[in-house]
């Protein structure tokens, strides 16, 4: 009876455990701190932190501290992609004071190892967000161009959206946690 049992559980869990999907990004939950992720002031000044007090899920999220016009970004470890292909991306944030459309995550394709700016290709971003807002999931469907190997996630408040002039009225936090990138079937 017991065995009758642990089949038809299983039988009725495989279709769920087939539909799940990797997550192509090295701990998007900051479990591990900051660790394998390259944080980067653009203008300044920008605080990273490990951020243990508020959080989507799990036990950290990345708080960007930033001063007066401050912006920031906060890259993912590179992984593989295959040309053609659609990913969906998602990351949960929260601000206080960010400015407006300002707030969003960024996936840039290379045809190598990122690092080597000639080699990146396009940028695709999610929906962007701004003000003060408790937490929301920010997404976006992107397909790889057609040379693309490798990609990296940007976390960013503002980073090199050419709008870098814009002035906020003083310090601004915002929180990322949860950023997951998966294969689109």
Known sequence: MMRLLIAVMLAALAPALCMAQENLVADG???????GWITDVIVGPVDFVECKE???????SLLMNMGKDGRGIARSAAF??????SYRISVWAT??????????????????????????????????AGGTFG???????????ADATKATVRLETGGDTGVLNT???????????????????
């Open 135 to 145: 937490w929301q999931e920010l997404t976006g469907t992107v397909t790889a161009p």
């Open 80 to 85: 593989e992609v295959e040309p053609g292909k």
């Open 54 to 60: 508020v959080v989507h899920t799990g036990t950290t």
């Open 167 to 185: 002035e906020t009225a003083g310090p601004f936090w915002v929180r990322f946690d949860d950023l997951v990138v998966t294969a689109v079937e």
């Open 95 to 128: 601000a206080e004071g960010a400015p407006e459309n300002m707030v969003y995550a960024r996936i840039h394709w290379w045809k190598t190892e990122p690092g080597v700016a000639s080699e990146e290709l396009v940028c695709s971003d999610t929906a962007h």
């Open 29 to 35: 939950g900051f479990e591990g701190g900051l660790e």
